[in-house]
């Protein structure tokens, strides 16, 4: 199935406990075989996990699918080249909200100092 296109999916459980299938109620014969393939499938999946109990669903960590995605798949320069482009607009958009943060910070100054010199006049005289 999948794992032919990046075999390290194989060290990940599959993240579907076997018993969810068990409620399935199915009519016709080819539906049950198809079942009874995934079944099999994910026996497999489970059999053949190699690392803990991740799964290729976890939160990017250290030996996540994620991570290992990233590094080994076989359009890997092209995702370092996107996270690269990525990073680079990134940087450019805080570097330009730093710059917008800094001016708008010496306009409140200015204002917060014009009012602190300013005389305050009563109406009631």
């Known amino acids: 199935m999948c794992d032919q296109n990046f075999p390290p999916v194989q060290d990940y459980d599959p993240g579907f406990p076997l018993e969810i299938l068990d ?31 991740m799964t290729i669903f976890h939160e990017p960590s250290k030996g996540c699918f994620a991570e290992r995605y990233y590094d080994e798949s076989p359009n890997a320069s ?9 990073e680079k607009v990134a940087q450019h958009k805080r570097e330009e909200k730093t710059k917008e943060w800094k001016e708008r910070t010496e306009e409140y100054n200015e204002r917060l100092k014009k009012f602190s010199e300013s005389k305050c006049v009563s109406l009631h005289g």
Not at 31 to 49: D, G, I, P
Not at 78 to 86: A, G, P, Q, V
């Open 23 to 53: 409620t399935l109620q199915l009519s016709y014969l080819s539906n049950m075989k198809r079942l009874q393939t995934v079944r099999l499938y994910l026996r497999h999946r489970h059999a053949e996990s190699k690392s803990s109990r």
């Open 78 to 86: 092209n995702l370092k080249e996107l996270h690269d482009r990525i």
